[in-house]
């Protein structure tokens, strides 16, 4: 992929204090604005990130969740005419600063979409393929152990341990989906964001890859968009809820589902939106 | 929004139901008080064989608040609605068995000479009723304000309770002749306080469910 420039920057506008979930902030992000062209997508974003917890984003279709998700690993710089505004801290560093690695950051912030996708290669090679071309490893034993470690953390190995010279294409929607996910953690990112991950697998991939994302929190900050409210009380500890390109709320997912602070929060997890 | 249409429809009328229930047992309450007042064994054999009914509808709330709870997995202020009336619907119940109680001392005391005054039994039970309507009324309108003074009010029927309990324990001792028929009245004074007190978990199930607050056990209102 190639190393995209750093959008250009509109004035930093002054915001309130980014709500806090507690512990350390792994992700810190002020005052975000983000512009499609001359449409305006986030208004004034201020949030924190807390070190490996689960974050969950939720809100209506078009609210900026997932533009939202993308800025925080500049996924959004490969989309012509995009304008980003504020700052996005990832440990203290401002990941839109001049002269930032995105490629770096990007393996940092590592991302799981929606639609599962394999690379036409075999599940070997697909978890293999950052390590390969970041040059983590030169030893193929050491790649071998890495790719058999993601495998592991994905809840996949025992699955696949018999086969890993198959077309990751032959695996099922649920296991492919958690072939991407020992991709991306194969080159052990800090943060890992999940774009509706389990949007297009049934309930039984569902759980899998709910209770990995249980599971990678021990060691990982986890970012998931959800359109599922009930996914999203399931699998994070803190909830955003985003409407019209702007955050209502960040609150404690027990909280949001019982007692939200906002009522229109209150209105968008209880079905009587619009 | 189809969907959102009925679940609004399964949560009014699992208020209706509840309401029913309460106006149940507020109705059991109120007959087997009669009964005792007026000495009217009829009146406490209807009470008694209305219990079924009332523990019917007991259940049937059960079931609709899982139903509700497993189909529609309501959040925020409908989770808390469904929650609360799970949790009232029992206490409701509770409420007729000891009005079902009551009603059984009636005829057992409605058997024997009439006590010369029911000293102040009779005014436990309209501040209970009192308490009860009103606890009811609050939970429709989602009103913790009141739901809160009502949980103040219950002391008044401990007090009364007390009162009557050393009273009741005096004409033992002073006039044996009545002390069956004092204990009973004793044990009627007894459901009525106990009813003051579901009366207080119906009133903090409101405040749980209008401000999502938890005030079962605290001191502070």
């Known amino acids: 992929m190639p190393v995209q420039t750093a959008a250009p920057r509109i004035e930093v506008k002054a915001s309130a204090p980014p709500p806090t979930a507690g512990g350390k902030a792994k992700v810190a992000v002020r005052g975000l604005d983000f512009f499609y062209g001359r449409v305006q997508a986030l208004h004034g974003i201020s949030l924190e990130i807390p070190e490996r917890i689960v974050m969950a984003f939720i809100g209506p279709s078009g609210c900026g969740k997932s533009t939202f998700l993308r800025t925080l690993n500049r996924m959004n710089d490969v989309i012509p005419g995009t304008r980003v505004g504020g700052q996005v801290l990832i440990d203290d560093h401002d990941i839109y600063a001049p002269g930032t690695d995105v490629v770096e950051l990007r393996r940092r912030v590592g991302m799981v979409f929606q639609k599962s996708n394999p690379f036409p290669k075999s599940i070997f090679d697909n978890v293999a393929y950052g390590l390969r071309i970041n040059k983590v490893t030169s030893s193929s034993s050491e790649l071998a152990g890495r790719v058999e470690e993601a495998l592991k953390d994905a809840a996949l190995w025992n699955e696949v341990k018999d086969r890993l010279k198959t077309s990751a294409l032959s695996l099922s929607g649920g296991q492919q989906q958690r072939l991407c996910i020992a991709r991306a953690l194969a080159i052990r990112p800090e943060v890992l964001l999940m774009d509706e991950p389990a949007s297009a697998l049934d309930p039984i991939a569902t759980s899998k890859i709910e209770e990995l994302i249980f599971d990678l929190k021990k060691q990982y900050t986890i970012v998931i968009v959800t359109h599922n409210m009930q996914q999203a009380a399931r699998v994070s500890d803190t909830t955003a809820f985003f409407l019209l390109g702007k955050l209502i709320e960040v609150n404690a997912t027990e909280k949001m589902f019982t007692a939200p602070n906002e009522k229109l929060t209150e209105d968008y997890i209880t079905g009587r939106f619009g | ?221």
Do not use: W
């Open chain 2, 1 to 221: 929004m189809d969907t959102h249409r009925h679940l609004d429809d399964e949560l009014s009328s699992l208020r209706d139901r509840v309401l029913l229930l309460g106006g149940e047992a507020e109705q059991a309450l109120d007959r087997a008080m009669y009964s005792l007042s007026e000495r009217d064994s009829e009146v406490a054999r209807q009470v008694l064989d209305h219990d079924d009914q009332i523990d019917h509808l007991e259940v049937e709330i059960d079931r609709q608040c899982i139903d509700i709870i497993a189909l529609r997995q309501p959040a925020a202020r409908d989770l808390r609605f469904v929650i609360s009336v799970a949790k009232m619907a029992p206490v409701l119940e509770r409420i007729a068995d000891h009005a079902c109680n009551i009603a059984r001392a009636a005829i057992d005391l409605n058997n024997e000479p009439e006590l010369k005054s029911l000293l102040d039994v009779s005014r436990m039970s309209e501040h209970a009723l009192k308490m009860l309507r009103a606890a009811l009324d609050s939970f429709t309108s989602s009103d913790a304000i009141t739901a809160r003074e009502i949980i103040k009010s219950d002391s008044e029927i401990n007090d009364l309770y007390n009162h009557t309990f050393h009273r009741l324990i005096e004409l033992m001792v002073t006039e044996p002749a009545t002390a069956t028929r004092d204990a009973r009245l004793l044990f009627v004074a007894k459901h009525l306080e106990r009813i003051g007190d579901y009366v207080t978990d119906i009133c903090e199930l409101t405040v749980y469910m209008a401000e999502a607050a938890f005030i079962k056990h605290s001191i502070k209102l």
